[in-house]
Nanobody, 124 residues
């Protein structure tokens, strides 16, 4: 069974940093774009960031550009999301996902695998 397991969420203050981790099975990690999406209370799930299979290409949603960095470590089958300068509007459940391409990842559709999520709460 392919699994994605997120960790690293927590309660922080505005301006603080967090690093989220997503541990994946080898099959999911090596054959897919990996990415992060988030869902704030009462809102639709939205794309955050994604990284290509080899880690050479990345793409970010406008609200997180310049603040978040996505990366992947093939040796550990892990993808990370470094979040700096956090804002209250970043408060959400963050989900790790594996998908076939950038288009699917940005739309949050046709994902091959999903994690269960990790909660990030940013106070003002």
């Amino acid at each position: 069974q392919v699994q994605l397991v997120e960790s690293g969420g927590g309660l922080v203050q505005s301006g603080d940093s967090l690093r989220l981790s997503c541990a994946a099975s080898g099959r999911a990690f090596s054959s897919n774009f990996m990415g992060w999406l988030r869902q704030a209370p009462g809102k639709e799930r939205e794309f955050v960031a994604t990284v290509s299979r080899r880690g050479f290409s990345t793409y970010y949603a406008d609200p997180v550009k310049g603040r978040f960095t996505i990366s992947r470590d093939s040796a550990k089958n892990t993808v990370y999301l470094q979040m700096n300068s956090l804002k209250p509007e970043d408060t959400a459940v963050y989900y790790c996902a594996a998908g076939p391409d950038l288009g699917a990842m940005r739309l949050g559709v046709a994902m091959d695998y999903w994690g269960k999520g990790t909660t990030v709460t940013v106070s003002s």
